[in-house]
């Protein structure tokens, strides 16, 4: 059974709204503008969360509905690692978002979709656990660039050197040379920006220590890689104008 045009269109929409959230969850850290910074790390958590419900409602329907099957070119060591592949992204496409939001309700603000409503809290107020789920969001995020960029590679492998179906499988039947180009290009520019952004992490984290301090954070150390140390958050914390004004959406 191939994808459906439903699931090739959800396909296109994550990877389009992924390919923005991770160099704006990197890229917001260094907003010095403080409305700018609320703006941005509410559409970040909203565009997180519409990933949430898309993978949770993808994985329902994988489960309840009939499989596409691979693609009878492939070899058996392709679809296992295609199968390890995509059950990793789907792991990693839910780890994101449900630390993205444990992190935000620890660090004692609420998760709200594009201010439409509330998501309900998870945990309370922490700072010790907030720095954990800090840490598994950044890590998980550099494993998702990997598992993105093999995921990629591979399908650009079968469209170019292999020239099977596969690519066209999940996007277009049509999809020529100058398609698979715009693809591979789309790609590595999202791959270029990410790694930009996060080389360029130094002045990031200086940024961020300096919006602490401006939100009335009188104290932040920064950790070796880069984090708040443990207990300390590069949110300004409750009872800031920040934090008032996050709320009162
Ligand atoms: C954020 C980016 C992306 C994510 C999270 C993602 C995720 C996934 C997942 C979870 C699947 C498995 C679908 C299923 O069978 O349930 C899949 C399939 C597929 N993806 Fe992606 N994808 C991304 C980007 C891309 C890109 C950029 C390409 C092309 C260069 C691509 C090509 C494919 C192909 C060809 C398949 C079908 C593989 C097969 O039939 O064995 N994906 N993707
Ligand atoms: C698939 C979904 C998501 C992806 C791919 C993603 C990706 C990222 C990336 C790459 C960063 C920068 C690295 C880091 O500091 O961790 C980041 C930061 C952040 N993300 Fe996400 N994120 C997702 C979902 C969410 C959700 C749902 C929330 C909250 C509800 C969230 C909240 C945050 C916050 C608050 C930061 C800044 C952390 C800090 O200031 O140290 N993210 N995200």
Redesign the pocket.
Same mark, same amino acid.
């Given at each position: 059974m191939p994808y459906s045009v439903f699931f090739r269109f959800i396909h296109l929409f994550c990877a389009l709204v992924?390919f923005v959230?991770?160099p704006l969850?990197?890229f917001?850290?260094a907003v010095d503008d403080e409305e700018l910074l609320i703006t941005l790390?509410d559409l970040?958590?909203s565009l997180?969360?519409l990933? @949430?419900a898309m993978v949770v409602f993808r994985i329902y329907m994988r489960v309840k509905t009939v499989k596409p099957t691979s693609s009878a070119s492939h070899t058996r060591l392709e679809r296992g690692l295609s199968h390890i592949t995509h059950k990793s992204l789907y792991t990693l496409?839910l780890v994101?978002?449900v630390s993205?939001?444990l992190?935000?309700n620890a660090a004692g603000f609420p998760?709200s979709f594009f201010g439409l409503f509330e998501l309900p809290d998870l945990v309370a107020k922490n700072d010790e656990t907030m720095a954990i789920y800090?840490n598994i969001?950044?890590f998980a995020?550099f494993v @998702?660039i990997t598992l993105i960029m093999l995921h990629a590679a591979g399908a650009l492998k079968h469209h170019f050197i292999d020239k099977d179906t596969t690519l066209k499988r999940i996007s277009s039947n049509n999809l020529g040379k100058a398609g698979g180009i715009l693809i591979a290009s789309t790609t590595s520019l999202f791959f270029a920006v990410s790694i930009y952004l996060w080389v360029s992490g130094e002045g990031v984290q200086n940024t961020?220590h300096e919006n602490a301090h401006a939100a009335g954070h009188a104290s932040i150390e920064v950790s070796p890689h880069g984090?708040?140390a443990e207990g300390i958050s590069?949110?300004p914390q409750e009872g800031t104008h920040q934090s008032e004004h996050h709320r009162d959406r």
């Open positions: 992924v959230l991770i969850g990197f917001m850290k790390y970040h958590k997180g969360v990933i @949430l496409l994101m978002p993205g939001w992190m935000s998760v800090q969001h950044f995020a @998702l961020a984090l708040p590069a949110y």
